[in-house]
């Protein structure tokens, strides 16, 4: 009796040397190594995974560990480990969804294809996944029912986002910033035409103090059916076609499409790229002004003018600029 006694013992300590050195011990990679967990997985799927990626020293003891913590629910998604850890550290890792993210910043006046392209460059999502999303207006659809696309609503921040995200949920995250922005500033009604508006101001001047007074412009020139005659919408007809080289052509300014703002007048048919809060509040409030025309000063401003012979005189002041550059 006694000898089974002490070779119980014996076999207890011997479980509890192996158990402790399973658990407390460090072990896994001294080098950065990525393991992404799928959603939906099970505890003994997440273990098999952490033993098979070389990250905890034994499956069954990490279960365990699960299994006498089994309150908390282990997260999905894609860790990075970069130095040898115990399993406690591991499991409270993915008890607090410690994922992997990367951070990508979306310039105010970038438009789907230049964010989809940001996206791909951090190999976070492809390019075109993300542009087959955007060009999807039903996540917009409640605020406005005229959108060709997301384009105008996917809202300027910087993001933290993980390689498990799909570009729909990337998407999603961007219209939620929007919607927080539009609750923000009081943006109820006549939505597609102010951020329409707000994305053309926005692509047209960087100076804040210059925002209201563009969208007065506008204002004006559409109340007086001249056409608004700005090149970014001219540029945004032809990424559409898929013929931008990245210089505007004659042909560009004589393309027919409604978002050639110098063929057709008004506004047009949406948004041409995603403006930030101070352009959105420019649209929201444009300055009242008798100028109905304007051009760069080679400042990094513009000059405004009343008239065409005016404007025409600040064209050529700018031209001159250029070319003693």
Not at 72 to 101: C, N, W
Not at 114 to 126: K, P, T
Not at 168 to 178: D, G, P, T, Y
Not at 182 to 188: F, G, H, M, Y
Request: glycine share 6%; net charge positive.
């Amino acid at each position: 009796m006694r000898k089974l006694l002490g070779f119980a013992i014996v076999l207890l300590l011997l479980a509890a040397l192996w158990l402790g050195n399973a658990l407390f011990n460090a072990y896994g990679p001294s080098e950065q190594k990525f393991v992404t967990l799928k959603p939906g997985s099970s505890s003994r799927v997440i273990a098999r995974t952490l033993q098979h990626e070389g990250i905890i020293r034994n499956y069954y003891a990490f279960l365990l560990l699960t299994l006498f913590e089994g309150r908390h629910k282990l997260k999905a998604g894609e860790y990075a480990f970069e130095h040898p850890a115990s399993a406690f550290e591991v499991y409270d890792r993915l008890v607090r969804g410690d994922v992997y993210v990367r951070v990508v910043a979306i310039p105010e006046g970038y438009n789907m294809f230049d964010i989809a392209q940001a996206l791909e460059s951090a190999h976070i999502c492809g390019k075109q996944d993300f542009l087959a999303v955007a060009k999807d207006p039903s996540l917009i659809r409640d605020l406005d029912p005229q959108a060709p696309s997301l384009e105008g609503y996917l809202f300027p921040d910087t993001y933290r986002l993980g390689r498990t995200q799909s570009a729909r949920e990337i998407a999603l995250e961007m219209v939620r910033r929007f919607r927080k922005e539009a609750v923000a500033i009081n943006l109820t009604s006549d939505i597609h035409r102010v951020v329409t508006m707000a994305s053309i101001i926005e692509k047209e001047t960087a100076v804040k103090s210059e925002r209201p007074l563009v969208a007065g412009v506008f204002e004006n020139r559409m109340s007086k059916h001249i056409g608004l005659a700005t090149d970014p919408s001219v540029i945004y007809a032809a990424l559409l076609a898929g013929r931008y080289n990245g210089v505007i052509h004659q042909s560009d300014l004589a393309y027919n499409s409604p978002y050639n703002t110098y063929k057709y007048v008004g506004l047009p048919p949406g948004p041409i790229a995603n403006p930030g809060r101070e352009s959105l509040l420019a649209a929201m409030n444009p300055q009242k002004t008798d100028f109905l025309y304007f051009v760069a000063n080679n400042q990094g401003g513009h000059n405004f003018a009343r008239t065409l012979d005016e404007h025409n005189r600040n064209v050529a002041n700018y031209r001159r600029g250029i070319t003693q550059h």
